[in-house]
């Protein structure tokens, strides 16, 4: 299993930044994924998910109504759009591995995760 986050940087607030995620070593397109971001110093924290088929996205109640997760089965990509940025949305952002035919998995199920990308937005 291997999953490679791209997308992160710099932003100012109220901005937006696409992540994306290829997922490489499994059959993409029949298991649930997931977005988490472990800020300096705090413990890491459940973004929100998206079911195995995309029909079902769910979030944190902190980016409910400014982040959208999408996936692309075709291409082995899940995506986190991200918009009106605060500052304390910095954080680094990893995708992870969910259960095969996960519809909601809790934050426990989700396993294998990525390097990761920084986010940082800041003015």
């Known amino acids: 299993v291997q999953l490679v986050e791209s997308g992160g940087g710099l932003v100012q607030p109220g901005g937006s930044l696409r992540l994306s995620c290829a997922a490489f070593g499994f059959t993409f397109s029949n298991s649930a994924m997931g977005w988490f971001r472990q800020a300096p110093g705090k413990e890491r924290e459940f973004v929100g998910g998206?079911?195995?088929?995309?029909?079902?996205?769910y979030y944190a109640d902190s980016v409910k109504g400014r982040f959208a997760i999408s996936r692309d089965n075709a291409k082995n990509m899940v995506y986190l759009q991200m918009n009106s940025l605060k500052p304390e949305d910095t954080a680094v952002y990893y995708c992870?591995?969910?259960?095969?035919?996960?519809?909601?998995?809790?934050?426990?199920?989700?396993?294998?995760r990525g390097q990761g990308t920084q986010v940082t937005v800041s003015s």
């Open positions: 998206i079911s195995w088929s995309g029909g079902i996205t």
């Open positions: 992870a591995l969910g259960p095969k035919y996960g519809v909601t998995p809790r934050m426990a199920e989700f396993g294998n």
